[in-house]
């Protein structure tokens, strides 16, 4: 095999109250890249678009660093050659880093003949997100590799639990066009819980888990309220309030931040609910030129390979 052009999908972090231990993907999203063999000791990247701010310097650049750690796990002595194409800009809250990691692992590993399963997929795409954000997270990477709802139970030792998102749940995206760095937004976190906010928080914890198993949209809109990491990030997102409330007043049966932000997600169960809520979030960022909306669906496959040759 000499070429390999993959896919990975843009993801939800955190699901609201689920900070670092719930990720879900989403449809209409994502990262594309062309994976070529080259000769030994190249590590290139040939064209990046969509995201003009990210480094073509292979020192720098997630795609290669994990490409990098791809061949030195795997005792390969290959080169490669990258194409970028970013649908996900970085600083967006929609798992940039996670994407290009779990894309640039998975189109390694098919060109050396999958020396690798999907756990030990992630551990190496992990390289990309510690990269990116400062510290090693897997609530944008799990879905971003497996698809579909995913809970991180442990990191040391790495194990991931999966849950098949409810048929009937629908997702409105916005997007205001700013952007925040997740090693920033995670520097103004608080250091301590009060025992009544973490009680608030675990109950919604569980009962994420629950609406999911139990196809229960409207207890997952009531639960993925955050009460830790949203008081201190909602500040940075122009209009969340007001967005929050215009989303909710529209028919949306939860509202949150996903991951580190600025994007945000509305929680629907019908199409024509999630119509008037993207409306309606379009209407609070109509001056916002480079604001984005969107509805979207859970992407229940995860990273993909589109063609191989």
């Known amino acids: 095999m000499k070429s390999v052009e993959i896919y990975a999908p843009a993801s939800i972090g955190n699901m609201g109250s ?26 290139v990247i040939n064209r990046l678009t969509g995201d003009p701010d990210l480094p073509l310097d292979p020192q720098k650049n997630i795609v290669t660093r994990v490409g990098a750690a791809v061949l030195a796990a795997a005792g390969s002595r290959i080169g490669l050659r990258f ?36 756990h030990q997929l992630l551990e190496l795409a992990g390289v990309g997100e510690q990269m990116a954000s400062g510290s090693l997270h897997y609530d944008n990477l799990a879905p971003a590799l497996l698809g579909g709802f995913c809970i991180i139970r442990s990191t040391q030792p790495l194990e991931v639990l999966t849950l098949t998102p409810p048929d009937k749940l629908w ?16 520097k103004i976190l608080p250091d301590h819980l009060e025992l009544h906010t973490a009680i608030r928080q675990f109950g919604n914890i569980a009962g994420v888990v629950v609406a999911i198993q139990q196809q229960d949209i409207a207890l997952l809109g009531r639960a993925i309220e ?24 529209a028919g949306a049966l939860g509202f949150a931040i996903a991951g580190s932000g600025p994007a945000m997600f509305a929680v629907c169960d019908n199409p024509d609910s999630s119509r008037q809520v993207l409306a309606a979030l379009q209407k609070v960022y109509k ?4 604001a984005k909306a969107w509805i979207t669906r859970p992407d229940h496959t995860g990273t993909r390979i589109l063609s191989k040759s």
């Open 171 to 186: 997702l409105v995206i916005m997007r205001p066009g700013v952007v925040i760095k997740t090693s920033a937004a995670k």
């Open 83 to 118: 194409e970028i194409h970013k649908e996900i800009v970085a600083g967006s809250g929609l798992g940039s880093s996670a994407a290009s990691a779990c894309a640039a692992a998975a189109g390694v590993n098919e060109l050396l003949g999958r020396p690798f399963d999907n």
């Open 287 to 290: 001056h916002d030129t480079r």
């Open 226 to 249: 955050d009460h830790v990491a949203a008081p201190a990030r909602s500040p940075l997102i122009p209009h969340f309030e007001k967005a929050r409330q215009a989303a909710l007043a």
């Open 18 to 43: 689920g900070f670092d231990v719930f990720g879900m993907a989403i449809e209409g999203a994502g990262d594309r890249l062309i994976v070529e063999r080259a000769p030994a000791g190249t590590l």
